[in-house]
């Protein structure tokens, strides 16, 4: 089979249909649950600093660049780890006690694991402990010589992995999607951990999947003996400074140096057994990253001119009974937005949003503001919202589009009976259908009431048979990552807002589809989203992260 047919195949393959879910065992082995922590037993381990480094950065400051530049020192680089890959809570129900990160995870089942290279050695992030395993260490002339810019600029690398079974222990073959939208979710999360920090972060695009593999050693077979392999995903910088220097490097001469390092450490067995889903290791073959791109060449977002806009006349919808309003961000610290982020379980069925404070979400999922500098490709991914309950707004579909390049495609692509009404605020928000869609939402969402409930939920429609065509399979998994990342800054905009959010990996794929009367693989729902006011679980109780820290 073609590689662009096994990609659309596994697509349609792991489709969720109203009356068929996507293959997996269906039900949950709890015997074969896998281990939440990866370790590397006999790499030696480093604690990490404990010290709150960047307590005062005002929330806005994630997004407009103006925290202070720390200095590159180990109680600064454990504070980019402890908020972004780190724990946020342990919760306890009954005899079950189970850690939540910084990062969402589907599931919470959190197949990504974290590597950083720094002053020439390789460190896997242990987050239970938030201590680091030296799993390797290349010769330092090596890594200088790799490493050490022109400018003299300081900073290291960091580097993301999937464990695949992690997921499909209880997602079977749709699984390596919610691997994709969790290293979407860490890419954002590291991303924004580094803008607390003052530093910048920025994908690698010539490093391939395989030079990839052999930097962090996930190709040494002898290092797994009998314990699950882990996928590459990507590859970043993180510097005090414009990062293009290190984006440009060849990677050879550092792959070579990781060929001839010293390493240590074996991987724990993270289940006593395993289910093979020979469909996931096709897929994950099919998109492996080929390496070599030219960074200057970029990828743009396809799509052409603006169409035509009608504009909405104010709604009349009715006042919400709470309505929740962005919190003056300028004071709010912005670590404890991003260590406070949680999914919300059920939300109250009544509270509303605030104009201002969807207006402003929105805004920021365009580049070029963080976290879209850590990518290197324009906006691939719209939205077909279904609002319920935002001040100002008729409840009904919409869609913002983050790029208003799209118009003309959308509107030719889906119902044309949808109105196209543009709301003026923010701009490339369209009203396309004035309707209660509490039900239909909830309906193509799996049936869960999180999509309907709160302010909003959403579907990200990206672009995905002529990306796949005109850049390679392996951009399959970028489609997810920026989908991710939607939703990672939707999840601390909602914190914000004194609401909360919950990602949907869940819902009937082709139903959303024809709610917007799409058709083909032109354009595919990728993930959905919702938001509101949470009301939370009483049985549930909360501990720190770290025994530690005390709130
Ligand atoms: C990709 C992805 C898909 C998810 N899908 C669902 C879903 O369909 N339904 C749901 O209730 N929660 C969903 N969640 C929320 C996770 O269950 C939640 O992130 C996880 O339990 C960890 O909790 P936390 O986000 O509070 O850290 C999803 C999260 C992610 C990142």
Redesign the pocket.
């Known amino acids: 089979m073609a590689s662009s047919v096994i990609t659309l195949h596994y697509h349609d393959q792991t489709k969720h249909h109203f009356r068929r879910f996507a293959r997996s065992v269906g039900y949950l082995d709890w015997a074969t649950q896998p281990d939440p922590f990866r370790r590397y037993d006999g790499a030696p381990v480093a604690e990490l600093p404990r010290a709150r480094v960047a307590d005062a950065v005002p929330y806005a400051a994630l997004f407009d660049g103006t925290a202070p530049a720390a200095p590159f020192t180990r109680p600064s680089i454990a504070e980019f780890l402890r908020c972004s890959m780190g724990l ?2 342990w919760k306890q129900y009954g005899a079950s006690r189970w850690a ?11 197949p990504t694991e974290a590597y950083l290279l720094a002053e020439g050695r390789l460190w896997h992030y242990a987050p239970r402990e938030h201590a680091l395993e030296e799993r390797g260490r290349l010769d330092e002339a090596a890594w200088t010589g790799w490493f050490r810019s022109p400018s003299g600029a300081e900073g290291f690398l960091v580097a993301l992995t999937s464990i695949h079974w992690r997921e499909a222990w209880k997602y079977g073959e749709r699984a390596f ?2 691997c994709q ?2 290293a ?2 860490a890419i954002g999360a590291l991303r924004l951990a580094a803008a607390l920090l003052g530093w910048q972060l920025a994908l690698l695009p010539r490093w391939s999947d395989a030079q990839l593999a052999t930097l962090l050693g996930l190709d040494r077979d002898a290092d797994f003996p009998d314990a699950e392999r882990e996928e590459p995903e990507c590859l970043a910088v993180v510097s005090g400074g414009d990062a293009s220097w290190w984006v440009a490097r060849d990677p050879e001469a550092l792959v070579d140096a990781a060929r001839m390092a010293a390493w240590r450490g074996t991987a724990n067995r993270l289940s006593p057994g395993r289910v093979e889903w020979p469909m996931i290791d096709e897929i994950a073959a099919v998109t492996r990253y080929p390496g070599g791109r030219d960074p200057e060449a970029g990828i743009r977002g396809p799509g052409s001119g603006i169409g035509n806009r009608r504009t909405l006349a104010p709604s009349d919808a009715p006042p919400h009974r709470r309505t929740a309003a962005p919190s003056h961000q300028r004071g709010t610290s912005a670590r404890a937005i991003l260590l406070q ?5 059920a939300f109250d069925r009544e509270s509303g949003l605030s104009r201002d404070a969807f207006a402003g979400m929105l805004r920021r999922l365009r580049p070029p503001s963080p976290p879209w500098d850590a990518i290197d490709w324009l906006p691939h991914v719209h939205l077909a919202l279904f609002v319920h309950r935002v001040e100002g707004l008729a409840p009904g579909v919409y869609a913002y589009l983050r790029d208003p390049a799209v118009l003309p495609e959308w509107t030719a692509a889906m119902r044309q009976e949808f109105l196209w009404a543009a709301v003026n605020d923010p701009d490339d928000l369209f009203l396309l259908a004035p309707l209660d869609c509490r039900r239909l939402a909830n309906r193509v ?2 049936d ?1 009431d ?1 999509a309907e409930d709160g302010f909003f939920s959403l579907a990200m429609i990206a672009r995905v048979e002529s990306s796949l065509r005109e850049h390679g399979e392996w951009f399959y998994r970028r489609l997810y990552w920026e ?2 990342l939607i ?1 990672q800054v939707l ?1 601390l905009e909602a914190e914000t807002t004194g609401g909360r959010a ?6 009937y794929d082709d139903p959303v589809h024809d709610v917007l009367g799409l058709s083909g693989h032109t354009w595919q729902s990728l ?2 989203f919702s938001m509101g006011v949470p009301v939370d679980d009483p049985r549930l109780t909360t501990e720190p992260g770290y025994g530690w820290e005390t709130r």
């Open positions: 946020s809570a939540l990160r910084v990062n969402p995870s589907s599931g919470n089942l959190h999607r919610y939208h969790d979407g979710h982020r949680r999914s919300a379980l969402s799996c869960q999180i989908c991710g939703g999840y919950t990602g949907i990996g869940c819902f993930y959905h």
